[in-house]
């Protein structure tokens, strides 16, 4: 360094110093940092330009991909689910593959990428946590944007009237889900089942294997918890599977009275099939659930931000039967929301790590960009994207007759029925599609359902009907190979 330099950086350095109490926010608020920052910011935006289509895979790089699809099989003892290794840079909703390819990625790590890949803000949000001290945030070790977290998300919970006053972070979905029913259990002591939904999905702990209502994942694992199931809203018989399912919640009240510690629920089954929930439906049931005294759970890991509100259950109007609440996936670090009477009495909650300090920055900023790029509101653009959408879908479904059904999902979760309606013709179409360019995913197990996770901050029409585009040429091939 010049002398000449060294003399202006120790200037900027001391400037910044006096501008704060606090060395660390000397430190944020130091020049080089913004400086850094700028230069970072404009790097990323120049390499990533280029990124705004799908493209083939390089040949070049076939052979370091199938490396590192050898090393992964190896490693993990089985091939991924597909064969998505991504290179770290992307452009929106477009993300560069380690072999080169450009995919359209409308899936997003099953709802993880809400602004889509390398925002500015993300980018932003996690040099910030870079300069922070602490790699992971833990009960014992929070930092100031931790406390934040929390506080913003039980704002946001709470804005329509939902009682829910206190919460704690944490890394998984299936954590956040976890600590809901240990306060659950601990509050309703010693009540030992669980009410929920038939094609139920919780996670992948031994609990929520029990819970989640798909044998194969809780094969050869001990039933940690008895769980009853109920049917959930079918949206061509609204009322007769209204009553029905308030008719066998009942009968379950009646079969185990005081034994049930919770309701959960996703207020929009996700894995089960992208089956939207109603107001009147869960009225209907949580009527009941409130006389007989049992708390409700609602699982928003998947439907968080995805809907006209923040909630799907505000969403719903279900603000005063809201208990407890998870949220995870967009929000980068996960989180159980619940109402004061379940505070517990004794330490049944800690952990080391509740979330990496990049996870909260970056879900701060998400957080931030949710509202202001207006994706709330009945006429936001959550419900305006899946309108244009589920009309593209629809004209879709007119064009290759008895290849695509639906739509189906709320909001920024999408879904369709391809083909019969089979898991080999839902995984077919979903291969092809992958080859295409447009990443999406399955769900429902009867019928499998091909879903959409569009990033709410930044999708536009324009990806959309690039995507579309990609369905059409796709449905257009699963015709051809089904013959
Ligand atoms: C509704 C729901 N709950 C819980 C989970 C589990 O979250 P995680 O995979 O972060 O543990 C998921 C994940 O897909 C989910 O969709």
Known sequence: MTSSAASSSADTSNQSKNASPLHASSLQNDPRISEAKRLIAEAVQEHAASLDNVAAANPELSESYQAITQDYIRARGGPPLWPYF?????????????????????????GVHGCGHSHPAMVEASIDAAIEDTVMQGNLQQNVPSVQMLSRLLALASESGAPLEHGLLSTSGAMANENALKLAFHH????????????????????????????SYRDGIPLAIQVDYLPFL???????????????????????PKKHAAFWAEPIAGEGGYYPGSHDFFAALCGPLREAGIPIIFDEIQSFSRTSRPFAFQHYGLDSFADIVTVGKITQVCATLYRKEFHPTSPILSQTFTGSTSAIRTGLATLDLLEANGCFGAEGTNVARHQYFAGQLEKLAAKHAGLIRGPWGEGMMIGFTPGDGSLDQAKMLMGILYDLGLLGFLCGASPVRVRFLPPPVITSTAHIDAAVDLLDQGLAQLKAKLG
């Open 234 to 256: 079918d949206p061509h018989n609204p009322e007769r599977s209204t009553r029905w399912a308030v008719n066998e919640l009942k009968q379950l009240l009646a079969r185990y």
């Open 86 to 110: 991504a290179s770290g840079l992307g452009n929106g909703p477009y993300v560069e593959l380690a072999d080169g390819s450009v995919k359209l990625d409308f899936i997003g790590g099953i």
């Open 188 to 215: 309703a002591q010693p009540a030992n089942r669980i009410i929920a939904f038939d094609n139920a999905f919780a996670g992948r702990s031994i609990a929520l294997a029990a819970l989640t209502d798909r044998p």
